[in-house]
């Protein structure tokens, strides 16, 4: 494992407690930094804080909920001086159906948490970052936000609306020590794919040239580096991750 710096740092990770988000808080310990796990699953974000040892703290948060997001950052930066970087890592995959099958009340749930929710993290703690004129910001989109995955309109289309938030927020920031990026991920085993069809994992393996599934800790090796000061010169990018699927 190569070595990052974030000693000192202190993160928030949304939907930390399980999958890619716990991965990428492992990393982020590692790494020297002190890491916040926001997730609604109380009872996973406390096993979760268990495993991973004495600097991890959690806070139960629906990002769905923007007071409950208030709520979140109150509480973290009560326990912490700042938050140096926010990972939003929470999201959900939503139903496979065609785009005029979808159930509307489906429609409005993946939209809610993958991109008002990242939305209403963004809005809180971006204001306590200028304050110090520091920080960083990585949104996890996916490559389905590039290329439109069949039988996936709302995932598709809330990813595709985190890329070009993170662009916007990018270059509203670039004036300041506040970096904010993304990252297209082809699918990775996680428990995500509990939500998905099997037709559509294999849709979606079948799509990567590397002919395998992405891992955890790839994922989070990428975002642990964005997280750092060493990456001072990207912000409102889109870094790939997609096995060779997605190249632009």
Request: net charge neutral; hydrophobic share 45%.
């Amino acid at each position: 494992m190569n070595q990052l710096d974030m000693n000192g740092r202190h993160a928030v990770v949304t939907g930390g407690a399980t999958g890619l988000g716990y991965a990428i808080a492992q990393r982020m310990l590692a790494s020297g930094a002190s890491v916040t796990l926001w997730d609604r699953d109380e009872a996973a974000l406390q096993r979760a804080c268990a495993e991973l040892g004495a600097k991890a703290a959690a806070v139960t948060v629906d990002v769905g909920d923007h007071a409950s997001v208030q709520s979140a950052v109150a509480q973290t930066l009560g326990k912490n001086p700042a938050i140096d970087a926010l990972v939003n890592s929470a999201g959900v995959a939503g139903a496979n159906a065609k785009t005029w099958d979808y159930a509307i009340d489906e429609w409005h749930k993946v939209i809610q948490i993958n991109l008002n929710g990242l939305f209403y993290c963004c809005r809180e703690v971006v204001p306590h970052m200028r304050k110090s004129n520091y920080g960083r910001i990585v949104n996890i989109a996916s490559v389905a936000g590039k290329d439109g995955n069949p039988n996936a309109s709302a995932y598709s289309a809330s990813k595709a609306a985190v890329i070009g938030l993170t662009k916007s927020l990018g270059k509203e920031l670039a004036d300041t020590g506040i970096r904010v990026n993304c990252i297209t991920p082809a699918a990775v085993k996680t428990a995500i794919f509990d939500q998905i069809s099997q037709q559509h994992i294999d849709f979606m393996l079948s799509k990567i040239p590397m002919g395998r599934f992405g891992l955890p800790e790839e994922i989070a090796a990428m975002v642990a580096w964005l997280c750092t000061e060493d990456c001072s010169f990207s912000t409102g990018a889109v870094f790939d991750l997609s096995g060779g699927r997605s190249t632009y």
